[in-house]
């Protein structure tokens, strides 16, 4: 099929396969533990869904999908996804948003070089390969998005798992801050 429809009350693509994560699947992925545990006590929300297709395999094709990630924070730290890398690291990706405001914190593999950003209602944003990507919802709606990527780009979310992001985005004053996350932990343990 040629054409997809997105239906934006249900947030999904016609005939997509949906992947739902809520909070209890972040575990380790919110750099403040102590307020993620607290914040689990009192429900599992969903955070974020995928509408994925699969429309073709082979060189040269594309998948897509629809992302819906929900407005809130987990203590300073935005709602957020797991972020992954492409499991062929060479795949690029490209987000276009369509709805709500947001950042993608970028993180380049090998050099460690850290982007954040911002991602805005009617805004094309670029995702080099070898890039671990990670979108926030900095805004008071869901944040709505297409990703386009190769058919053999695969997810790696391993990698992540175990050494995270080198940095969290925080709402600081009002203002989604790029800040270390080992500096960050420090001064939460302090509070």
């Known amino acids: 099929m040629n054409m997809m429809p997105i239906d934006f009350k249900t947030h999904t693509l016609e005939n997509g396969q949906l992947s739902q994560r809520c909070l209890s699947d972040l575990k380790n992925v919110f750099a403040d533990a102590t307020t993620y545990e607290a914040a689990l006590q009192q429900g599992d929300p969903l955070i974020y869904q995928v509408s994925s297709i699969e429309s073709a395999q082979g060189d040269g094709q594309m998948h897509y ?11 300073d730290e935005y709602y957020m996804t797991r972020g992954h890398y492409h499991q062929w690291r060479k795949a690029a990706e490209v987000y276009i948003t369509l709805q709500g405001e947001g950042m993608m914190l970028l993180e380049h593999e090998t050099t460690g070089e850290t982007q954040l950003i911002p991602m805005t209602a009617n805004s094309i944003l670029y995702v080099p390969g070898f890039t671990a990507h990670r979108t926030m919802n900095t805004g008071a709606v869901p944040l709505m998005y297409i990703g386009v990527y190769p058919s053999a780009a695969g997810h790696d979310y391993a990698a992540l798992a175990q050494d995270n992001f080198r940095h969290v ?4 004053e009002g203002q989604p801050t790029l800040v270390e996350r080992a500096v960050y932990q420090r001064e939460n343990s302090v509070r």
Request: no cysteine.
């Open 65 to 75: 999908g629809f992302g819906t990630l929900m407005p809130g924070r987990i203590g």
């Open 169 to 172: 985005v925080v709402n600081r």
